[in-house]
């Protein structure tokens, strides 16, 4: 079945500096999403992604959905204590059919 | 606007009993997916329904079914509970795109 994995599972960074998860699926992707969920809390949904190579911002935070539509990744410029959480991002499979997989998630550390 | 509400926030259960959990999606949701979440397995996919139907079905035994009512909002069950269910089970309620979630369920199985 569709598989989607993130890279790293774990990163720890000192406040100001930047971050990025990778997301890969073993099938192309109608569109992907990304998700934070902070500790103790629920998946909050950030941006969903849908052409192939696209590039969307949201302040610090700069999301790509690859070519092949089978990668993603998340950036995060100049990370904030309030950066802190689990990033998962989700693939949205190709037919007609809305099953949401989601990745095995990174989360993310942030020291001050 | 209301999110999406789910009920109970907490529960816990005896092996070998069964347990109904429910979820309100946001008015005009018609989609709603459950999604089991667990430590060492991350966010799985349990089932989604759309307009009373089920639309899609995860990798779970047949003890884990649901289903959703006219008025969209739906309810799952977990039948002949073992430990192993223990987790925080999450609803969500999509119109198009983006998924919105309730604040789960956490059920301990002892």
């Known amino acids: 079945g569709q598989q989607v994995m993130q890279i790293p599972q774990y990163q720890h960074v000192q406040e100001g500096e930047d971050f990025t998860t990778y997301c890969n699926s073993s099938t192309t992707l109608s569109n992907i999403q990304w998700y934070k969920q902070r500790p103790g809390g629920h998946p909050v949904f950030l941006i969903q992604l849908v052409k192939s190579g696209e590039v969307k911002k949201q302040k610090r935070l700069t999301f790509q959905f690859g070519e092949a539509k089978k990668n993603s990744s998340l950036h995060i410029t100049a990370t904030q204590t309030t950066d802190v959480g689990t990033y998962f991002c989700a693939g949205v499979g190709g037919g007609a059919t809305n099953k949401l997989i989601f990745g095995t998630g990174t989360l993310l550390a942030v020291q001050p | 606007k209301a999110g999406v509400t789910q009920t109970p926030r907490y529960l816990i259960k005896t092996r070998g009993q069964q347990v109904t959990l429910s979820c309100s999606p946001i008015?005009?949701?018609?989609?709603v997916s459950w999604y089991q979440q667990t430590p060492g397995q991350g966010l799985q996919f349990l089932f989604e329904y759309f307009s009373e139907t089920q639309r899609n079905k995860g990798n779970f035994p047949g003890r884990f079914s649901g289903r959703q009512f006219s008025n969209s909002r739906s309810e799952m069950n977990v039948s002949t509970l073992e430990l192993g269910d223990s987790a925080l089970y999450l609803c969500a309620s999509s119109l198009a795109g983006g998924y919105t979630f309730g604040s789960g369920t956490r059920l301990t199985v002892v």
């Open positions: 008015s005009g949701h018609r989609s």
